[in-house]
């Protein structure tokens, strides 16, 4: 019987003047989430550290929900998402500064039994990836305009790495009255790793250097989360990174 254990790690990068990131492991619960926030030089902080703490509140209860089997994951982790919406907003009324306040989400959980599945939920363009016998597999969509472009042929691949809107979101936790997350669901297998991560790693690594530093030790997840957060930084950490490494543990 294998359990799941994330390591996460954040740092504020060379640029940044403040850490607009968060994140969340709760092993024993099975969930885990980055949230990066968006909105004013305090809000941002703010409205990612108010996901998070939903999330924490609330992740016992979604579990149970998900290993019990009574209610659809889609609806537990579409309602999860949404009290940590109403939460930032709730947030944003009491406090004008924090006006206009939001952050991305990217939510994992794992089901282990009978057999183990991972239900992940997002909104806004952190993202997941599954690292799965050298092959890295992205299984998220961002939530932005450039990737609305990608998907309407209006840009190439290549020219959306440099476009001037390509940060910006079509999605985000506290913008709007209410938000639709993506939900998927996959296999996972005991030798699989999870990634969740900000977009400052995303920014400063492609798909494959991602691929390259998953590959390059030990899949220890303590060593893969370190040596992705370092090759952000030292490819020049233009903007908070955040990353949580999930891996099966034998029991």
């Known amino acids: 019987m294998s359990t799941w254990i994330g390591i996460g790690r954040s740092e504020i990068g060379l640029v940044r003047t403040i850490n607009q990131d968060a994140f969340t492991v709760i092993d024993e619960v099975g969930v885990w989430a980055v949230a990066d926030g968006m909105g004013g030089h305090v809000g941002g902080e703010v409205a990612a550290q108010t996901a998070i703490a939903t999330v924490q509140a ?12 009574h209610a659809s994951p889609a609806d537990v982790l579409t309602d999860l998402i949404s009290r940590a919406h109403e939460a930032i907003l709730s947030r944003a009324r009491s406090k004008s500064k924090l006006k206009g306040m939001g952050t991305t989400l990217v939510l994992l959980a794992i089901v282990s039994a009978p057999v183990p599945i991972a239900y992940l939920a997002h909104v806004g363009d952190s993202r ?7 092959t890295l597999t992205p299984l998220t969509k961002d939530h932005t305009l450039i990737e609305k472009y990608l998907e ?17 979101l079509t999605r985000a936790l506290g913008v709007g009255s209410t938000v639709k997350p993506t939900i998927t669901a996959f296999p996972i297998l005991p030798e699989d790793l999870v990634l969740l991560c900000s977009d400052g790693l995303t ?16 899949l220890d997840p303590t060593q893969v989360c370190n040596r992705l957060v370092t090759a ?6 233009e903007d908070n990174v955040t990353v949580v490494v999930v891996a099966s543990r034998s029991s």
């Open 128 to 134: 997941a990836y599954r690292f799965r016998s050298g």
């Open 232 to 237: 952000a930084i030292d490819r020049g950490g």
């Open 152 to 168: 309407r042929g209006i840009l190439t691949a290549e020219s959306a790495k440099t476009h001037p809107e390509r940060h910006v």
């Open 58 to 69: 609330e992740a016992g209860t979604s579990s149970n929900l998900l290993n019990n089997g």
């Open 203 to 218: 920014k400063m690594l492609e798909d494959e250097d991602i691929r390259t530093e998953f590959a390059a030790g030990e």
